[in-house]
């Protein structure tokens, strides 16, 4: 698939750790509006291939294309600038600070920004999010799908392109976890694009369009979920065999 007309294209991507090839020859793209859910085996190079395509890692060979632009060797704060934004397994929020001011970071970085227009937005996705009754509150005290909800509302302050999420579902509530899932579609509907990654097949099958599948570093299939989840190769994959 050609770079033109993806908002992300990586071509034959590779990166080893050691003896150990995590990301092995993947092309992986995503056009405007997509719903991607990247799903594989534990250990299968999900996080890895995300990595690299936010500009946290270098790929030892391949090639990373940002709306048709070569940007191989740019640094993770260049990616973000071009659109790029991510959230990470684990909380990045900066715990003593207020869940309000979390917001404000990411968007005190943006070209040409006041505080007082930064923090209106804030508060505008504080409320889409059901966190603006917690603006004031510490995000170290907040709940773990809490979080996950604030680390969202900081990645939707860059105002981003596409929007990479790392195993949003993991580890919360299935109340926060719906809610999670209804404001994911919201974005969607809204023109927003994500690649989504997670262990969660259920809740990545209620918002996927397309499925992407990784099993030892390699890609074994992309389509449309209904044709994936019946895929032998995917389904030996999960068995382990």
């Known amino acids: 698939m050609s770079p033109e007309?993806?908002?992300?294209?990586?071509?034959?991507?590779?990166?080893?750790?050691?003896?150990?090839?995590?990301?092995?020859?993947?092309?992986?793209?995503?056009?405007?509006?997509d719903l991607i859910g990247l799903i594989g085996p534990n250990g299968s190079g999900k996080t890895t291939l995300i990595n690299l395509l936010t500009g946290h890692l270098l790929p030892d060979t391949g090639e990373i294309f940002l709306r048709g632009r070569r940007v191989n060797g740019l640094a993770a704060h260049g990616f973000a600038a071009l659109g790029v934004a991510r959230t990470f397994q684990l909380s990045q929020l900066f715990g003593r600070m207020t869940v309000l001011e979390n917001m404000l970071v990411p968007g005190l970085t943006r070209p040409r920004s006041t505080r007082t227009g930064v923090a209106r937005r804030a508060r505008t996705y504080l409320e889409f999010l059901n966190l603006a009754h917690l603006q004031d509150l510490s995000a170290r005290s907040l709940s773990g799908g809490q979080q996950k909800l604030l680390e969202l509302g900081r990645a939707l302050m860059l105002e981003p392109a596409i929007l990479f999420l790392d195993e949003p579902f993991a580890g919360i509530h299935p109340h926060l976890r719906d809610d999670l899932i209804q404001r994911i579609q919201d974005l969607h509907r809204s023109g927003r694009t994500f690649v989504v990654v997670d262990h969660d097949m259920e809740s990545i099958l209620k918002i996927a369009r397309r499925l992407v599948v990784l099993a030892r570093g390699q890609k074994i299939a992309d389509g449309l979920p209904a044709a994936v989840r019946s895929d032998q190769t995917v389904l030996a994959a999960y068995s382990g065999l």
């Open 5 to 33: 007309g993806m908002i992300v294209h990586g071509e034959t991507l590779q990166k080893r750790f050691g003896g150990i090839t995590a990301v092995d020859a993947v092309d992986f793209s995503v056009a405007e509006g």
